[in-house]
């Protein structure tokens, strides 16, 4: 579950700039990281499972394994966490603020 964890996003380009014919990032990266995963290391079915399933929810593929289930949920913890943290900092500013006012 480790290995799989770390190699979950092994891609070498920029999603942001980089685009592709049969999908969006969200559903081609994990097929790319698998890809690249194998030509570093062999990879066992849970491994890949790991892998290829770590976007379950934007993807319809179910993971087969519990420990595909926890790396996705990891991983989705950790987006919203990315996504959230910008947010919450404006608004513990302000709320400093608000405390510095009375
Ligand atoms: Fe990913």
């Known amino acids: ?4 964890g770390l190699l979950h996003d092994l891609f ?3 999603w942001r700039v980089t685009k592709f014919e049969l999908g969006t990032h969200a559903f081609i990266h ?3 990281a698998v890809r690249n995963a194998e030509k570093l290391t062999p990879l066992s079915p849970m491994e890949k499972d ?3 399933k ?3 929810g934007a993807t319809t593929a179910l993971p087969h394994y519990r420990e ?6 990891v991983d989705d913890y950790q987006a919203v ?4 943290q910008p947010w919450s900092q404006h608004v513990k ?3 400093q603020q608000l405390t510095n006012a009375f």
Do not use: K
């Open 54 to 56: 770590h976007m379950w």
């Open 68 to 73: 595909s289930i926890l790396v996705d949920f």
């Open 30 to 32: 994990a097929r790319v």
């Open 1 to 4: 579950m480790a290995r799989a």
């Open 12 to 14: 070498f380009y920029d």
């Open 81 to 84: 966490v990315e996504f959230c």
């Open 50 to 52: 790991i892998i290829l």
């Open 93 to 95: 500013r302000l709320l």
